[in-house]
C-alpha cells in the first residue's frame, strides 16, 4: 500500500516549456487535490476532483490544468512553465464521509 | 483575503517545555479545523482534528482548544521533544461538497535539546 505518489520529484524546466506532474493514489479515494506551497504562504489549493471525469478550480487555479481520467491518478499540467510557478506541489486524496486529507510527498518544480 | 490567520510564524522552545500555536478564523460556516504537522521533505500529515461541538481535544501531548465564540482555535504540545521540531498548519472546512481545506501560513517550531 503505497498511499499516494508523485511523479516526478524534482524538476527544472525553462519558462514556456510545458509539463505534467502525476498523482497516484491506491487508496480508492474519491477526492483529490493539488496544492502548491511556498515560503510563508501555507498550502493553496490550485484543483481538486471529487471524483473520476470531475475537475474544479481552487484558490489559485492560473496556468495549470488538470485531468482525471481514471479514479486513482490526477495529472497536473503546466502549459507553459512561468518563474511564478516555482514551488513545491503537494497532491493529496481523501475518502468520502471522511475530512482526513493524505498527502504525497511533493514536487519541487523550478522555472528558470 | 485569508481565511486562516495563524501566529506566530516561528517558535523556539526548549526540550520540556509548552508550544502554543495559534489560528483565527472567519467563516461562520467551518466546522472541521485539522491541524497538520509536516517534516523537512515531506508531505503534511493530519496530527489532530476537532469539531466546534466540543471545547478540547487532546491526543497524547498533543492538544486542540477552540473558541467558538472568539472563532480562535489553538493547539498545544506539552513537554515538547525534539522530534517535534517541524511546520505545523491550521486548516478549517465546512461540511457537504468538496470539504475544500484552507491552511494557514504555518508555524515553523524549533525544539531545543
Known amino acids: 500500500n503505497a498511499g499516494v505518489t508523485q511523479t516526478p520529484k524534482f524538476r527544472v524546466l525553462k519558462t514556456g516549456q510545458s509539463m505534467t506532474l502525476l498523482c497516484a493514489q491506491d487508496m480508492n479515494h474519491e477526492y483529490m487535490y493539488w496544492y502548491r506551497q511556498d515560503p510563508g504562504m501555507g498550502l493553496r489549493l490550485i484543483h481538486y476532483?471529487?471524483?473520476?471525469?470531475?475537475?474544479a478550480k481552487g484558490e489559485v487555479p492560473d496556468g495549470y490544468n488538470v485531468s482525471r481520467l481514471k479514479k486513482q491518478n490526477f495529472l497536473l499540467g503546466l502549459e507553459s512553465a512561468a518563474p511564478s510557478q516555482t514551488s513545491v506541489y503537494f497532491c493529496a486524496s481523501r475518502t468520502s464521509g471522511r475530512n482526513e486529507q493524505f498527502f504525497g510527498p511533493g514536487t519541487r518544480l523550478t522555472v528558470l | 483575503q485569508q481565511q486562516v490567520k495563524q501566529s506566530p510564524q516561528s517558535l523556539i522552545v526548549q526540550k520540556g517545555g509548552i508550544s502554543i500555536i495559534n489560528c483565527a478564523y472567519e467563516?461562520?460556516?467551518?466546522?472541521?479545523f485539522p491541524w497538520y504537522q509536516q517534516f523537512p521533505g515531506k508531505g503534511p500529515a493530519l496530527l489532530i482534528a476537532?469539531?466546534?461541538?466540543?471545547s478540547e481535544k487532546k491526543e497524547g501531548r498533543f492538544t486542540i482548544s477552540f473558541n467558538k465564540s472568539a472563532k480562535q482555535f489553538s493547539l498545544h504540545i506539552m513537554d515538547s521533544q525534539p522530534g517535534d521540531s517541524a511546520t505545523y498548519f491550521c486548516?478549517?472546512?465546512?461540511?457537504?461538497?468538496?470539504?475544500?481545506?484552507?491552511f494557514g501560513k504555518g508555524t515553523k517550531l524549533t525544539v531545543n535539546p
Open positions: 476532483s471529487v471524483g473520476e471525469g470531475t475537475t
Open positions: 476537532i469539531r466546534p461541538d466540543v
Open positions: 486548516a478549517a472546512s465546512r461540511q457537504g461538497g468538496s470539504e475544500k481545506l484552507v
Open positions: 467563516n461562520t460556516a467551518f466546522d472541521y
